[in-house]
């Protein structure tokens, strides 16, 4: 596609639910990232794959997320048993960049409320 | 530690004003710096970034911004701002070995008067 393409736009769900979150980056783009932005605040890192291995993981904040990208194309963000501090819009974005630190074309993102 | 501040968190100019939003640094290692800019409903899009070189770097939009490493800034400027430019500005810092793993400010919002 023309841009980063994320899935759905708007989740609602229970605490305590499952959810997952799908990104499809720019075609032939290697590298892909997931940031997530509270209300008020800047993105925050999660989660970074070059092609199809997690690169730096360092971001994911405890055992409940977790993130695939089987095919080296499309991710997904997974969270179990949902909290409402969960809550805020997931960000993803795709570089063509091998390494070093390229131009990071984002999503419109998915926003997650946890009632 | 790593991090990145924008002082000011809402601006008011009026059409045609010139604007400039502030974004301070800590980096350990060589940074490699950024301005994003969020529109509603919209991704966030690069406006500009500095890598090395020219210590002052023009962006999309008319935009400029300038590398001040004795002050670690990275002010984002543009001499007349239009209507359009209201949105929420993000500075963000990397480097050269962290792949596309940035830490942002918190942003600055514009509000541009007519």
């Known amino acids: 596609g023309a841009g980063v393409s994320q899935t759905p736009s708007n989740k609602v769900t229970e605490k305590g639910k499952y959810v997952e979150l799908r990104c499809d980056p720019i075609s032939g783009h290697t590298a892909l990232y997931w940031y997530r932005q509270s209300l008020g605040q800047g993105p925050e890192f999660l989660i970074y794959f070059q092609g199809t291995g997690a690169a730096d993981d360092s971001g994911l904040p405890n055992d409940r997320f977790f993130a695939v990208r089987p095919e080296g194309s499309v991710s997904t963000l997974k969270i179990q048993r949902t909290e409402r501090g969960d809550s805020a819009v997931y960000l993803c974005?795709?570089?063509?960049?091998?390494?070093?630190?390229?131009?990071?074309?984002f999503g419109e993102g998915s926003r997650l409320t946890v009632l | 530690a790593q991090s990145v501040t924008q002082p000011d968190i809402h601006i008011t100019v009026s059409e045609g004003a010139s604007l400039e939003l502030r974004c301070n640094y800590s980096?350990?290692?060589?940074?490699?710096l950024f301005w994003y800019v969020q529109s509603p409903g919209q991704g966030l899009q690069l406006l500009l970034k500095y890598f090395s070189g020219d210590t002052l770097v023009q962006g999309i939009k008319g935009f400029e911004a300038e590398f001040k490493r004795s002050q670690s800034s990275f002010n984002l400027r543009k001499p007349s701002v239009h209507w359009s430019d209201a949105a929420e500005y993000f500075c963000a810092v990397g480097g050269n070995n962290q792949g596309g793993k940035l830490i942002f400010g918190q942003g600055t919002e514009l509000s541009v008067k007519p």
């Open positions: 974005a795709s570089s063509s960049r091998l390494g070093g630190t390229g131009e990071l074309f």
């Open positions: 980096y350990g290692a060589t940074p490699y």
